[in-house]
C-alpha cells in the first residue's frame, strides 16, 4: 500500500480574483491548493509538492487547514501572480493576466514521494514540463488537469493553445481531466461525450469533463454525467 493516496503537483498562485459585480479579493489559489483541500477532505492521504517564491509565500501555511496534507515545499525565484475578472456569474468566462509565472518543474528536484497517484496540477503551459508527464508515469498513475498544456502567458496576458504533444503523452496518463472549451481546443469537437471518446483514443484512460451544468466521465465503456447543482 502506498504512503499517500495522492501527490499533487503544481505552483500556488497569488491570486486577484474580480467578481462580476466588481468585488475583489485577493487570495492564495492555483490548482494544487484546491485540489488539495478537495482530496484531503475525501480522507484520502494527500501529499503536495507547491512551488512559489517562498519568500513571498508561506507553503505549508497555506495548507495547514487541510487535515491529512503532508507539504513538500519548492522554493522558485519567481511566483505565479495572476489577476481573474469573471464576466457571468456563473464564472465560466475569465479573462485572466499574469505579472509572473514560477521557474519550471524539473525532474530532478522531485522528492521520491510514494503515492498511488501523482497529480500534475500546473497552471500554465512550461510550468510543468512534458517530460514531467512519463517520469511521473514512472512512479504512479498520472493524473493530469490538462490546463497546464494548454494556458500560455503572452504579453501579460493568458491565451490557449492546442497541446502539439498530446497524442504521444496521453497514453501516460490515467486520468484526464478537461472542462468543455480545453476539452474543444484539444479535439475540434463540442459534443462533450464524443470530444471524451476522442481523447480516449488517443490514450487517455479515463476523462472528466466539467462543464457549468455537469461533470461527465468516460472510462472507455460508459458516458457518466452528474448535474452539478447550486
Given at each position: 500500500?502506498?504512503?499517500?493516496?495522492?501527490?499533487?503537483?503544481?505552483?500556488?498562485?497569488?491570486?486577484?480574483?474580480?467578481?462580476?459585480?466588481?468585488?475583489?479579493?485577493?487570495?492564495?489559489?492555483?490548482?494544487?491548493?484546491?485540489?488539495?483541500?478537495?482530496a484531503?477532505?475525501?480522507?484520502?492521504?494527500?501529499a503536495?509538492?507547491?512551488?512559489?517564491?517562498?519568500?513571498?509565500?508561506?507553503?505549508a501555511?497555506?495548507?495547514?487547514p487541510?487535515?491529512?496534507?503532508?507539504?513538500?515545499?519548492?522554493?522558485?525565484?519567481?511566483?505565479?501572480?495572476?489577476?481573474?475578472?469573471?464576466?457571468?456569474?456563473?464564472?465560466?468566462?475569465?479573462?485572466?493576466?499574469?505579472?509572473?509565472?514560477?521557474?519550471?518543474?524539473?525532474?530532478?528536484?522531485?522528492?521520491?514521494?510514494?503515492?498511488?497517484?501523482?497529480?500534475?496540477?500546473?497552471?500554465?503551459?512550461?510550468?510543468?514540463?512534458?517530460?514531467?508527464?512519463?517520469?511521473?508515469?514512472?512512479?504512479?498513475?498520472?493524473?493530469?488537469?490538462?490546463?497546464?498544456?494548454l494556458?500560455w502567458?503572452?504579453?501579460?496576458?493568458?491565451?490557449?493553445?492546442?497541446?502539439?504533444?498530446?497524442?504521444?503523452?496521453?497514453?501516460?496518463?490515467?486520468?484526464?481531466?478537461?472542462?468543455?472549451?480545453?476539452?474543444?481546443?484539444?479535439?475540434?469537437?463540442?459534443?462533450?461525450?464524443?470530444?471524451?471518446?476522442?481523447?480516449?483514443?488517443?490514450?487517455?484512460?479515463?476523462?472528466l469533463?466539467?462543464?457549468?451544468?455537469?461533470?461527465?466521465?468516460?472510462?472507455?465503456?460508459?458516458?457518466?454525467?452528474?448535474?452539478?447543482?447550486?
Amino acid at each position: 500500500m502506498s504512503q499517500f493516496d495522492s501527490l499533487i503537483i503544481g505552483e500556488v498562485a497569488q491570486d486577484t480574483n474580480v467578481d462580476y459585480d466588481g468585488t475583489t479579493v485577493h487570495a492564495v489559489g492555483g490548482a494544487v491548493y484546491y485540489s488539495g483541500f478537495a482530496a484531503a477532505n475525501t480522507g484520502h492521504k494527500t501529499a503536495v509538492l507547491p512551488k512559489a517564491d517562498t519568500a513571498q509565500v508561506d507553503l505549508a501555511a497555506a495548507f495547514a487547514p487541510a487535515p491529512n496534507v503532508t507539504v513538500y515545499p519548492l522554493h522558485s525565484r519567481t511566483s505565479f501572480v495572476t489577476k481573474n475578472v469573471y464576466h457571468t456569474p456563473d464564472r465560466e468566462r475569465r479573462t485572466s493576466t499574469v505579472d509572473s509565472v514560477i521557474e519550471p518543474y524539473r525532474t530532478e528536484e522531485v522528492p521520491d514521494i510514494d503515492a498511488a497517484i501523482w497529480h500534475l496540477a500546473g497552471l500554465a503551459a512550461g510550468d510543468i514540463p512534458n517530460e514531467m508527464i512519463p517520469f511521473a508515469a514512472r512512479h504512479a498513475m498520472v493524473a493530469i488537469d490538462v490546463q497546464t498544456m494548454l494556458r500560455w502567458v503572452e504579453n501579460g496576458g493568458m491565451v490557449y493553445h492546442d497541446w502539439a504533444e498530446k497524442k504521444e503523452l496521453l497514453p501516460y496518463v490515467r486520468f484526464l481531466k478537461t472542462d468543455a472549451a480545453e476539452a474543444e481546443i484539444l479535439t475540434g469537437l463540442t459534443d462533450r461525450a464524443e470530444a471524451a471518446r476522442q481523447l480516449y483514443q488517443w490514450g487517455a484512460k479515463e476523462i472528466l469533463i466539467t462543464h457549468n451544468t455537469e461533470v461527465l466521465v468516460y472510462d472507455g465503456r460508459e458516458i457518466y454525467t452528474c448535474p452539478i447543482r447550486a
